[in-house]
């Protein structure tokens, strides 16, 4: 990442009596808050102070007049400022993470100090939600390569109606305890998945209740009747891709807004269903056009329901292909416009802007994947699945600032720094039974929660760091993570606070075990006793009542892929 320094206040002296027995030995970095949110607390500064600590122990504020600070931007999208310095003011700027430096020489010595600030501009905190897609269906005939995917094995034009999906949210907030949730509608437009585009203006009619007039009252009813279940619906769109039956098809040839090629013929990028060619959207030249903001403006008035949950997730919003190409090789030429991936980046960073006026952030899936080298969206994409594998980039980017869904399809990722679920294969392969959900989010989502409120701080010789004391690697051949005594996990045995709740604790294993004795949270020790209940399907069922902690420690079994939830004695169930 390129750090951009800009504050840098010059370096004054320190003059004083020489105490031989009194030195300043280090300074540290003092601030009244670490992370600021102007879109939901706009206005609000920090202060800054800078202490130092002297050879007697003792740590004392330095007086800001005598000493030199600088700000500069280390993780950010463009050439933004994060962070800025007035007097002892910390003024947030564009989203990303800010670092403040402080020197101070004395004695012939220079002592360094900086201090890392969050920038989040966002209205929703999704390090601290689930977030899920739920496929819908997808009319059509696959083509052979994708004849044999999951989804396409068994009839997949209707997956899951409207009031199908409701129940579907029931059983995953059963499943999840209650925690915030966020699910995407997968193909909820006329058609299904990939049909329709560039248009959003029209809801499947296959997938409305009975009881309605239309599919789209029957959308908008979903997304109230969802909130009771913990749960915000919105939807899976499309900024990209384009397809000749789609109502805006004409119009945007007409207009010059699709990718060519160097013969100045459309470009089609790909087929997945028989007769259903894809084009791709040419994005700098629809928004110039202004046809990207009246389709995002179309869709809140379709929906204006969408404003409540102030989220939308944009599938493949890409810049280049492979390589580097570019995705219109015709209009990247200087002489028809010069439309470089770089040039798509500036018009995406537009569009995350205005979808942020009208009131909502934007996720997608991946990061760092289809773009200019470096260009994460951080500040801008507050949410992403399939998050690369690279410790560098965790350790930078806190999960505040931008978080992982699923980073791995083949496996739940690494557990030291964890990261949530994605739930879509999963409704896929059966919407009624939801096999393996819970144990996919009691090894993944459940410590990921929990983690997520803490900062990464160090990760040396296998072993990641985090504030508070908590550390995650093995220990004798057992992958853990800790808080001094409290084990969260031994292996794919949890035992986790759900911190979304008041106070509960989830224990899951994957392989069984019998008088297991677990360590309570030190936030327990007041708690003499505990009531269990099985987690399933259709809420809690009560297992014991009044198991006794004896000496900070609790003892259950439990059966094979088995997860409970445990309250204090006389807890209401919730």
Not at 51 to 73: F, M, P, Q, W
Not at 239 to 256: C, G, I, R
Not at 326 to 337: L, Q, V
Request: aromatic share 10%; net charge negative; proline share 5%.
């Amino acid at each position: 990442m390129k750090n951009l320094i800009y504050i840098i206040f010059p370096v004054i002296l320190i003059f004083g009596c020489h105490h031989a027995t009194r030195q300043l030995v280090d300074i540290r970095i003092d601030v009244d808050r670490d992370t600021f949110n102007p879109v939901l607390e706009p206005g609000v500064t920090g202060t800054i102070s800078i202490e130092g600590i002297y050879s007697d122990g003792k740590i004392e504020r330095l007086n800001d007049e005598n000493i030199g600070i600088g700000a500069k931007t280390r993780v950010a999208s463009g050439n933004v400022k994060v962070i800025s310095i007035e007097g002892n003011k910390l003024i947030p700027g564009e989203g990303g993470v800010g670092i403040i430096e402080a020197v101070v020489i004395r004695d012939g010595k220079t002592f360094r100090a900086e201090r890392s600030l969050v920038v989040r501009p966002f209205y929703r905190e999704y390090h601290q939600t689930l977030v899920l897609k739920l496929f819908m269906g997808m009319e059509g005939e696959p083509v052979e390569r994708i004849a044999k995917d999951p989804l396409f094995i068994k009839p997949h034009d209707v997956l899951c109606t409207f009031e199908e999906a409701l129940e579907v949210i029931r059983k995953t907030d059963n499943l999840t305890r209650g925690i915030p949730k966020i699910i995407y509608l997968v193909g909820w437009q006329k058609g299904g998945h990939d049909h329709l585009y560039p248009a959003w203006n029209e809801v499947n009619p296959r997938l409305k209740r009975e009881q309605d007039s239309t599919a789209l009252a029957s959308l908008r009813w979903l997304i109230l009747q969802s909130v009771k279940y913990n749960t915000t619906v919105s939807l899976h769109i499309n900024m990209l891709d384009a397809y000749t039956h789609s109502p805006l098809w004409d119009e945007y040839v007409k207009k010059d807004l699709l990718a060519k090629d160097v013969q100045v013929q459309l470009l089609s990028s790909g087929i997945g269903i028989k007769g259903n060619e894809m084009y791709n959207v040419v994005y700098p030249l629809e928004w110039k056009a202004g046809l990207g903001q009246r389709r995002i403006d179309e869709l809140i008035g379709l929906v204006p329901e969408l404003k409540e949950g102030h989220t939308i997730q944009v599938d493949v919003f890409i810049a280049q292909r492979d390589n580097g190409a570019p995705i219109s090789p015709w209009h990247a030429r200087p002489e028809n416009g010069g439309l470089t991936p770089d040039k798509y980046v500036e018009t995406q960073r537009e569009i995350f802007k205005y979808w942020r006026e009208k009131g909502f952030d934007v996720t997608g899936e991946g990061i760092l994947w289809a773009h200019p080298k470096g260009e994460g969206f951080y500040g801008l994409q507050p949410f992403a699945w399939w998050y690369p594998n690279d410790f560098s980039l965790q350790m930078q980017v806190p999960e505040k600032l931008t978080a992982r869904g699923r980073t791995n399809r083949e496996n739940y990722g690494d557990y030291r720094f964890t990261s949530s679920m994605h739930g879509e294969e999963i409704y896929i392969k059966d919407k009624e039974t939801l096999p393996d959900f819970l144990g996919m989010f009691c090894q993944t989502t459940l410590p990921w929660y929990y983690l997520s409120q803490h900062d990464r701080e160090a990760f040396a010789n296998g072993v990641l760091y985090y504030s508070e004391g908590i550390k995650a690697g093995e220990e004798n051949g057992k992958k853990i993570i800790r808080k001094g005594e409290y084990v969260l996990r031994e292996d794919n045995n949890l035992f986790v606070e759900a911190k979304w709740k008041e106070k509960e604790i989830i224990a899951y294993t994957e392989t069984g075990y019998d008088d297991k004795r677990w360590k309570m949270p030190a936030d327990w020790d007041n708690i003499k006793s505990v009531d269990i209940y099985k987690i399933t399907l259709e809420g809690p069922e009560k297992l014991l009542s009044n198991v006794r902690i004896e000496n900070n420690e609790l003892t259950i079994s439990l059966d094979k892929n088995m997860a409970v939830s445990i309250l204090p004695s006389g807890s209401d169930q919730k």
